[in-house]
């Protein structure tokens, strides 16, 4: 991490509703008398009461089931509890299976993992560089992220989304976000692919191969590849994500696709899937230790990830793992293989993580067998802790409101709203931030605080410093950067991606820049020299500027880089076009 606003970016972004897994009860912490299994209860006290998503855990060891219970509901309008046969998708964690089906076909000489994925797709695009079969199992193809795509494009997760949409949208890519192997970047795009690979050499669609050569043998009779959300599944958890004031919704899934997600699943199954990577009945044991072997990039880096799975060490134990999440679907299945022993945790709710409680889970079990916990990261002297929070006279706040650059194209901007002094760090939203002395105040949301200067003799406060991650980053007041009016014109205007197969305008709104994307709309905070910030899915806009003009922009939110859009005109039918931009026929 190379410095602190894109980090704070990050979280505000992807860590907000983690509460409740952060306090566990102080009896399960303390009570040494009591057994692992009421330990694990603890850890989910929260949810195993009526009216509650929740979640279903298993714990195994040597191939055996030590403990497997449900807490909350699998339905809360219906009142069905969660159990150890409860099905739920697990999201992501489907990518090993889509691996090992992939490695099967390798095994049988069917395909190479080095062959060139054109090989047996030749509809997916000519990029002038070879992605291998391997490049997709790994993440490191640099295609960009379908998700990501197609958010911009303005689907949504509760769309019905095919293999054909998504197949569609990767057809129309032009670049890469860097050369294959060159880097390892997050793509369920690759996955998507191998799926289409298993077809095309197999001959039938993954979810029958899998279950023909994978879930059948191993027995594993409640587990299968979703290829369409209206599929009846008898025992299935919905889906649910926190409201308000402790109410939860419903929230739909309607992706239709088997690849990167997609598979249903019980904490039953995957005990038989895990004893698998110990008897090696499906595969035999060299295809097991290939599934497991990790990448390197071009430059001889190692990577931590293998075949849909990451390789990485836990209290100084080799632990093998994978999550997975979508809609209010959480899942975690963690595997130490020197001690065969690993834990599932499959939740129906986004603000139950089942990675932190895995690993404390694994921690109950496992205590005296695992290295030693790392300690707690020290912050520094100057920072506050949240839960010192004072009332602090509203009056008081007047001083600090403005805006505080911590780099040129980042900085915060502090208001003053209902008597509470709100922050919005550049591109994000707005959040209160809340007093623990008379110059300190923490945020709720994030791990971050933040101090101010003291008021000099005209009662300016010339700076603050956002402390977070155990470093101090300062920032100086000053004006926040704004266009001048001739940009401003430049900006303005629509702007049209060919890649994406849609429009973007970009207006003047209340003396802010706003963009419209297909069914949503977001303000533009200029971060100077034709830059700007933006809230997801847009997250960095670059304008392309010329003596002539402004001719378009590209779009950059992590997982896709450097997105063309180039502005057009548009005109009327029968209309004469004689914009230089180019033209856009509505």
Partial sequence: MKCLPPALLAMLLATLPMAGWADEPAAAASAVALSPEQHVDGLFAKWNKPGMPGCVVAVIRDGRVLFRKGYGMADIERGAPMSPATVLNVGSMSK???????????????????????????????????????????????????????????????????????????????????????????????????????????????????????????????????????TLVPGRALSYQPAHHGIYKYIAVGASTAGPGGLMTTVE???????????????????????????????????????????????????VEHSGGIGGYRAQLSRFPEQRFSVAVLANSADINPSIMARRIADIYLDRELGPKSAPAVKPATTTSAAAEIALDPARLDALVGYYALSPEFGFMFTKEGGRLMAQATGQEKFPVFASGEREFFYKVVDAQLTFDAPDKDGIVAGVVLHQNGQDQPGVRSEKPAPSESELKEFVGEFYSDELHVLYTVFRKDGKLMLTYPRGTVEL??????????????????????????????????????????????????????????????
Wanted: with cysteine; aromatic share 10%; hydrophobic share 40%.
């Fill in 96 to 230: 090993q299976f889509t691996a090992f089906a992939i490695h099967l076909l390798a095994q049988e000489g069917k395909l190479s993992l080095d062959d060139d994925v054109r090989k047996h797709l030749p509809d997916v695009p000519n990029f002038g560089k070879t992605i291998t079969i391997r490049h997709l199992l790994q993440h490191t193809s640099g295609l960009r992220d379908e998700i990501n795509l197609m958010i911009l494009g303005g689907w949504r997760i509760d769309d019905v989304i095919t293999q054909d949409d998504v197949l569609s949208i990767i057809q129309r890519q032009r670049v890469l976000n860097f050369s294959p192997g060159q880097e390892h970047l997050y793509s369920n795009t690759g996955y998507t692919l191998l799926a289409a690979v298993v077809q095309r050499v197999a001959g039938k669609p993954l979810a029958a191969f899998a279950k023909e050569r994978i879930f059948d043998p191993l027995g594993m009779k409640h587990t299968f590849f979703q290829q369409d959300y209206g």
């Fill in 525 to 586: 905070d200029f971060k100077g020299k034709g830059a700007f910030a933006a809230e997801f899915p847009i997250i960095e806009i670059k304008y392309q500027c010329l003596q002539g003009g402004c001719n378009g922009f590209t779009v950059t939110n992590g997982r896709v880089r450097d997105l063309q859009f180039t502005k057009v005109a548009i005109v009327a039918p029968g209309s004469r076009a004689t914009a230089t931009m180019g033209v856009f026929l509505k």
């Fill in 269 to 319: 199954d995957l005990a038989l899937w895990d004893r698998n990577f110990y008897d090696a009945r499906v595969g035999g044991t060299e295809l097991i230790a290939q599934i497991q072997a990790t990448g390197v990039l071009n430059s001889g880096k190692p990577i931590n990830y293998a075949s849909g799975l990451f390789v990485e060490t836990y209290r100084g134990t080799k632990l």
